[in-house]
């Protein structure tokens, strides 16, 4: 998604291009488990797709999130992608994909989870992360706009709202995928509740 650049100290602040993103991993800590597989899509463009497995960098998993992508370590040894390689090609989908003169915003459901893999990932390997220090999380922005609890933003919950609740496949493109459109849902939503709400032209009569 394209969005206009909002006002801004900078003369010239550049338009963003949200890009959702879903990553599987051999645990939950960068620093000892492994980034398996990368997805990622534009928002507004969800046919503009990466994909990318990954070898794992240690050998410490969780049988649990093992069992949820359906990866192997010994599987993803011999046919991943070197980390750096990895990285650098996913860099050159995202300079290919987002028009010149625009910034790539990082977008996730849970979207802390699968940055701090993704940026620790591009700076450990290539010493640069082109999606800067910031995200957006979708469950976020559906707590702000909708009012609801923390514990109403699982998916579970907003997946029967907007995604005819069908659940994630765990592939980390499909999952990209359909966070993309999970996400043009809720700005449609979004939208439709703020022109809904009375003016205060409306609400001083």
């Known amino acids: ?73 010994e599987h993803l040894s011999a046919t991943g992608a070197e980390p750096a390689e990895a ?13 010149p003169g625009h910034v790539p915003v990082f977008a996730g459901f849970n979207a802390p989870f699968d940055w701090m893999f993704v940026a620790d990932w591009f700076e450990r390997f290539l010493g640069r992360n082109p999606f800067g220090h910031s995200a957006i999380d979708i469950k976020s922005y559906y707590l702000g706009f909708a009012g609801r609890t923390w514990a109403e933003t699982s998916m579970a919950n907003v997946s029967l709202l907007y995604l005819e609740g069908r659940d994630l496949a765990h592939n980390a493109l499909e999952d990209a995928i ?11 939503d979004s939208h439709s509740r703020r022109a809904a709400r009375p003016t205060e032209s409306e609400v001083d009569e």
């Open 1 to 73: 998604m394209t969005v206009p650049p909002a006002a801004s100290r900078d003369a010239s602040p550049r338009p963003e291009v949200w890009i959702s993103v879903d990553v599987e991993t051999s645990g939950p800590a960068p620093s000892i488990h492994s980034l398996l597989s990368i997805g990622a899509c534009l928002v507004d463009e969800p046919d503009k797709t990466f994909y990318i497995e990954l070898k794992p960098t240690t050998d410490v998993a969780v049988e649990s999130a093992l069992k949820v992508s359906g990866f192997t370590l």
């Open 87 to 99: 990285m650098e090609r996913f860099e050159q989908w995202l300079t290919a994909a987002v028009p």
């Open 178 to 188: 359909d966070q993309a459109e999970l996400f043009r849902a809720m700005i449609a």
